[in-house]
């Protein structure tokens, strides 16, 4: 059902994003612009009774809405469950966007910002969350701009009752994209993650249970519910559905954000969205998901992008950052760049994730990697590390094993590879 007409509707021009993700010059649609095109509508409606709070909770669990921040939770059955809490509630809104290669929330919110509090205004009717409070990267300076005049704009004139939102700014951590962490740093705290249970859902911000978000999640509510479940739900390919804004960049003719049926694959991506591979460049790897999901090789490029469909081969989707490799590009590099950048931002709470990224990052600079000493480092790291970017940081470790190990000395360079061109380095 995924027809280019079909997402060509999706991008309405106040979003100005088009199929294979083509920019549409793209003014920043305003209070008037947004409700020129029914915007707020949906919001006035939950908040003043005319659509009850079940419907809208039907729509969003059949929808299959997954939180498209990374985790993937189903987004109907979280608000359900926040919404059984005792009050009072609160809901946090991570566009902290620091995972590297991601820039979808930034690209949504640049063009529409109103879309996005509509969203978050009915989650807040729906689940009951007296404040809510949006943690923005603090690199993100323009979109700080953006998102507050659009605030300003709601508050001036509002369609209705209006719950407290608060605009807090990141500093630069990303471990801080760890809703927990993130919770703590909105608290004033240092970012470090927590340990769960309790979870944010029953025990989050101040204590209390907390609806926490990402943008784009959010982003997506008010067409979902307008257009009903099965339109969001009626896009996938490969046996998956809805739709996902994959972040691409890398070796394509035309990155940028691409809004793509779920389950399609990287082959398919890269030839329909992103105009093929750049001038003289042949496909050899890929990020599937930033730097937390792992390397793929180019032989798995017809495996469908979503959630769970990677994790056969040790990766994931995370919040649908692609990053593209040729044979000018070495996997080995870009798990070596990649640990280096866990190190930097471990938060250092847990010795694991701490000493091992460190200890990992200078193993992987040898030209024959020592296999025995970083397969045990990645195991503890794997199994002792308090949240995700440690649990995480073995993957590209175990991604050059399993399926780049012609690249640091564990085995010949295969025949059926494109082969290092002149001044690529096949060894460091
Ligand atoms: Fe901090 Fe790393 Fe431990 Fe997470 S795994 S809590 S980032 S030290």
């Given at each position: 059902p995924c027809t280019q007409d079909a997402?060509?509707?999706?991008?309405?021009?106040?979003?100005g994003i088009t199929h294979g993700g083509e920019s549409v010059a793209p003014?920043?649609?305003?209070?008037?612009?947004?409700?020129?095109?029914?915007?707020?509508?949906?919001?006035?409606?939950?908040?003043?009774?005319?659509?009850?709070?079940?419907?809208?909770?039907?729509?969003?669990a059949d929808s299959g809405l997954r939180g498209l921040g990374g985790a993937g939770f189903p987004a109907g059955r979280k608000w359900r469950i926040v919404r059984e809490q005792a009050a009072p509630r609160l809901m946090a809104v991570n566009i902290d966007e620091g995972e590297p290669g991601t820039f979808?929330?930034?690209t949504y919110l640049e063009r529409d910002p109103h879309r996005f509090l509509e969203g978050l205004l009915v989650a807040a009717q729906v689940v009951g969350t007296e404040a809510c409070y949006i943690y923005l990267r603090d690199e993100y300076h323009g979109c700080r701009a953006i998102l507050q005049r659009a605030i300003d704009e709601l508050q001036a004139d509002p369609p209705c009752p209006l719950p407290r939102i608060e605009l807090r700014r990141g500093a630069g951590a990303y471990i801080c994209g760890e809703e927990s962490a993130m919770i703590e740093s909105i608290e004033?705290?240092?970012g470090e993650p927590r340990m769960r249970p309790p979870y944010i859902a029953q025990v989050g911000l101040f204590g209390r249970p907390t609806l926490e978000h990402n943008f784009e999640t959010l982003y997506w509510v008010r067409d979902i519910v307008e257009r009903g479940p099965q339109w969001f739900a009626g896009f996938g390919r490969h046996g998956r559905q809805g739709l996902r804004s994959f972040s691409v960049s890398g070796r394509v003719k035309a990155p940028g954000v691409k809004l793509a049926p779920a389950g399609i694959t990287l082959r398919e991506l890269v030839d329909e969205y992103c105009g093929g591979m750049a001038e003289g460049h042949e496909l050899y790897a890929y990020l599937p998901g930033g730097a937390s999901g792992g390397i793929l090789p180019a032989r798995l490029a017809d495996v469908p992008l979503d959630f769970d469909t990677l994790q056969p081969h040790g990766c994931f989707i995370g919040s649908a950052a692609v990053i593209v490799l040729s044979q000018h590009d070495r996997a080995r590099d870009a798990a070596l760049n990649v640990m280096r950048f866990f190190a930097h931002e471990s938060c250092g709470q847990c010795t694991p994730c701490r000493v091992g990224t460190a200890k990992a990052a200078q193993l992987m600079e040898a030209p024959r990697w020592d296999a025995d000493t970083l397969d045990d480092l990645a195991?503890?790291?794997?199994?002792?590390?308090?949240?995700?970017?440690?649990?995480?940081?073995?993957?590209?470790?175990?991604?050059?094993?399993?399926?780049?190990?012609?690249?640091?000395?564990?085995?010949?360079?295969?025949?059926?590879?494109?082969?290092?061109?002149?001044?690529?380095r096949t060894e460091r």
């Open positions: 997402l060509h509707f999706v991008a309405n021009p106040e979003s003014p920043v649609a305003d209070l008037a612009t947004y409700r020129a095109h029914g915007g707020y509508a949906l919001a006035a409606a939950v908040v003043n009774g005319e659509t009850d709070a079940e419907s809208v909770l039907a729509a969003m979808k929330d930034r004033g705290k240092r195991l503890v790291m794997g199994d002792a590390s308090i949240c995700g970017l440690g649990q995480a940081a073995p993957n590209p470790i175990r991604c050059i094993h399993k399926y780049f190990p012609h690249e640091v000395g564990e085995a010949p360079w295969p025949g059926d590879l494109p082969p290092p061109r002149a001044g690529v």
